[in-house]
C-alpha cells in the first residue's frame, strides 16, 4: 500500500477516546510477547489508563495526528513539546512521545507517513531538533528510526509493571 492511500488528522478533544483505546490496543500487541503478563497488565492498570490517556488529548503542549486507510484508523502520532533530555543539550527540540501502528497496518507505510509528518512541523515550527524513546529490545522500532536517520545519544529508564527497562534516547536533527 503506497503513501498515498494514507490519510491524516489533527485529533481533536473528542478523539480522547479513540486514542486511549488505540495506545493500549498497540501497547499490548508490541510489546506483550516480550514481556511478563502480570507486568502488562500491571502498568495498563497503573500507568497506562484509559482515562489517563484521555486526558492527554487537547493539552497544549501535546499534538495527536491520526493517520487513516481504507477509512479505519492505522495509527498515530502523539508530539509533545517540552524541556529535552539535558544530554540533548541547549537546542528547541520536539519529542515524538509515541508512534504506534496497529500491527494487521505495520508494512503498509503508516510509520513512514506519521515520521515525516511529524518532521514536517517540527521544522515548520522552527525545532533545531527531534528525539524519542524506545525500548532497547524494539529491534524493529530502532531499525525503522535508524533509517529516519536518528542515532542513540543517551538512556533511560522505564517502569514496565515491576520489571524496570531500559529505553534508548534518539535524536536527529529536525
Do not use: H
Amino acid at each position: 500500500m503506497s503513501s498515498s492511500s494514507i490519510s491524516l488528522r489533527n485529533a481533536t478533544r473528542q478523539d480522547a477516546e479513540l486514542i486511549a483505546d488505540l495506545s493500549r490496543e498497540t501497547f499490548y500487541e508490541t510489546f506483550a510477547p516480550d514481556n511478563k503478563p502480570e507486568d502488562m497488565q500491571l502498568f495498563l492498570d497503573r500507568q497506562f489508563t484509559r482515562g489517563r490517556l484521555m486526558l492527554e488529548v487537547g493539552r497544549p503542549d501535546m499534538e495527536f495526528i491520526l493517520a487513516y486507510t481504507g477509512g479505519e484508523v492505522a495509527g498515530y502520532v502523539k508530539l509533545r513539546r517540552g524541556k529535552a533530555p539535558d544530554a540533548l543539550g541547549p537546542v528547541r527540540a520536539l519529542e515524538i512521545a509515541r508512534l504506534y501502528v496497529r500491527q494487521r497496518c505495520i508494512g503498509q507505510k503508516v510509520g513512514a507517513a506519521l515520521m515525516a509528518e511529524s518532521l514536517r512541523r517540527a521544522r515548520e515550527a522552527g525545532f533545531e531538533k527531534v528525539w524519542l524513546g524506545v525500548w532497547e529490545k524494539n529491534a524493529r522500532a530502532i531499525s525503522f528510526y535508524e533509517q529516519w536517520g536518528f542515532q542513540r545519544f543517551g538512556a533511560c529508564d522505564f517502569l514496565l509493571g515491576n520489571d524496570l527497562q531500559q529505553d534508548w534516547l534518539m535524536s536527529r536533527e529536525a
